[in-house]
């Protein structure tokens, strides 16, 4: 049960990559720019998550269904796949609006 919450998050990541590829919404519309806003919206996250941590906003529960491996103080590993799958499912979402416009048009 240690790493539930890790093997939910990869579940719900392979998901959203077979969305994206079944419906050309990020990564298969344009790979090296969706890696680009991909890594800049983690970042941005992990930043943010850094400084609620240093503000003492931020701080991480302990549960049976986590790994404990920690990225920074307070930052499990978890985190950087959940901001992953926020990021990715945003621009999906994205791309299925877009898509969705375009057709309209």
Same mark, same amino acid.
């Given at each position: 049960?240690? /790493?539930?919450?890790? $093997? %939910?998050?990869?579940?719900?990541? %392979?998901?959203? /990559?077979?969305?994206?590829?079944?419906?050309?919404?990020?990564? =298969?519309?344009?790979? @090296? @720019?969706?890696?680009?806003?991909?890594?800049?919206?983690?970042?941005?996250?992990? /930043? =943010?998550?850094?400084?609620?941590?240093?503000?003492?906003?931020?701080? @991480?529960?302990?549960?049976?269904?986590?790994?404990?491996?920690? /990225? %920074?103080?307070?930052?499990?590993?978890?985190?950087?796949?959940?901001?992953?799958?926020?990021?990715? $499912?945003?621009?999906?979402?994205?791309?299925?609006?877009? @898509?969705?416009?375009?057709?309209? %048009?």
């Amino acid at each position: 049960m240690i /790493v539930l919450y890790l $093997l %939910a998050l990869l579940i719900s990541l %392979a998901g959203m /990559v077979a969305l994206d590829r079944r419906f050309t919404l990020f990564f =298969w519309r344009d790979a @090296r @720019r969706a890696g680009i806003v991909l890594a800049a919206g983690i970042l941005f996250f992990l /930043v =943010w998550d850094l400084f609620g941590v240093g503000l003492g906003i931020f701080f @991480r529960g302990e549960t049976e269904f986590m790994t404990g491996l920690l /990225v %920074a103080p307070e930052v499990p590993l978890e985190e950087v796949f959940f901001l992953t799958l926020l990021c990715y $499912l945003t621009m999906n979402i994205y791309g299925a609006l877009t @898509r969705t416009r375009m057709s309209a %048009a």
